[in-house]
């Protein structure tokens, strides 16, 4: 039951004249009785806090960076109106720094047996499940001296969904794809692809692709046209481990290890190919699987919307033992995780060959920026020892990466502007190279 400050500012304003012409014991209670007398009276008439009747309605998801709406409905069954100030609770990385105040704090009327709506605009920082705290309500009387204030706990969730990003490369790599499909351009010939149609002969075309017992039983030379394998199963594997936590810009690694994930899925889903996803350190963080081609983006991104980096060493023998488990015929495998030595050579690469002898590995990694530009300074001594610093490092990097070239990998190793279209671009080579 606080006091406003208007009675406060009341109570001073009465104690000037007394003070000044007459104080006394007796002046001061004339004065503060009022005051205390209008007070009861202000209370009595501000409506009950504990009466009110609150619920939501709204968004339940959101994309990183974009708004979500929620309205809370208050109903007032008392026979008093309400004229009060409420905050609607909401984890501060609901809003952007700064602006939690002015978006989570609402005046509200609402005449006797009404209800009214009021909506809260939020705009995450962060991804995951946004869960509403506390609603806190102060009730005023008409003459605004006194207030009952209360809250009530109305739940509500709001996922917030990785942005995906790269989707403005997705069409591109689409454009890239209808040509490997044969839809605009001549329909080539790749080992291990499929058998689509015959068409005439003409000069330039491989003499292997020519079928002669369909050329012998008409007057011109045939040849077979080739389109990409459809119905390829694709194993994305994130690796949510310790080194998924290093931060790159402005974002921990496993951000831009997953918007790679969601373009390479979007792009072999209008392939024809089967998508699934592992995420695993220690233990399976996320696990999608048997997804149709229309329901695999939205499965992936509800599923990597609650993930975030464990600090721990992930296990690697553990990891590719339900990589196998969850492909167990011959699969396009996408690693999307570190190349920094200690952890591949320790790690991985005992338990690479399980992996190479019976499935396509491809393995993608997140490189910094700030080393490459540290790597060009010059002009005194310090930025000559981060150069030599971050020359090392790529030298470790790079041999790092032929190691696993040399065990089969196709390793793409690019910064996180760039990792997602430099993944999409590998799997189509090795699409058109008919390796899937």
Known sequence: MPLTGRAALLAAIGSIPIGLWGPSWTGILAVDGSLALACACDFALAAPVRRLVLTRSGDTSARLGETADVTLTVTNPAGRPLRARLRDGWPPSSWQPGTEVEASRHRLTVP???????????????RGDHQADRVTIRSYGPLGLFSRQGGHKVPWTV???PPFTSRKHLPSKLARLRELDGRTSVLTRGEGTEFDSLREYVPGDDTRSIDWRATARQSTVAVRTWRPERDRHILLVLDTGRTSAGRVGDAPRLDASMDSALLLA????????????LAYDRRVRALVQGRSAGDVLPSLVNAMAT?????????????????LRSAPRRSLIVL??????????????????????????????????????????????????????????????????????RHGVTVVDATPDDLAPALADAYLALKAAGRL
């Open 159 to 161: 996922r917030v969904l």
């Open 112 to 126: 006797a047996g009404e209800r009214r709506r009021i909506t809260t605009r939020l705009r995450p920082t962060r």
């Open 307 to 323: 993930l975030e980096p464990e600090l721990v060493e992930t296990d690697a023998r553990g990891l590719t033992a339900m990589a």
């Open 266 to 277: 979007a792009l072999a889903s209008r392939a024809g190919d089967r998508v699934d996803l």
């Open 336 to 405: 999307l995780t570190t190349l920094d030595t200690a952890p591949v050579e320790q790690g991985l690469l005992p338990v690479l060959s399980q992996l190479t002898q019976r499935h396509t590995v491809l393995l993608a990694s997140v490189a910094d920026p700030h080393v490459s530009q540290m790597a060009t300074a010059r002009g005194n001594a310090d930025a000559v020892y981060e150069a030599a610093a971050a020359a090392q490092a790529q030298g470790e990097r790079h041999r790092t990466a032929e190691q696993l070239r």
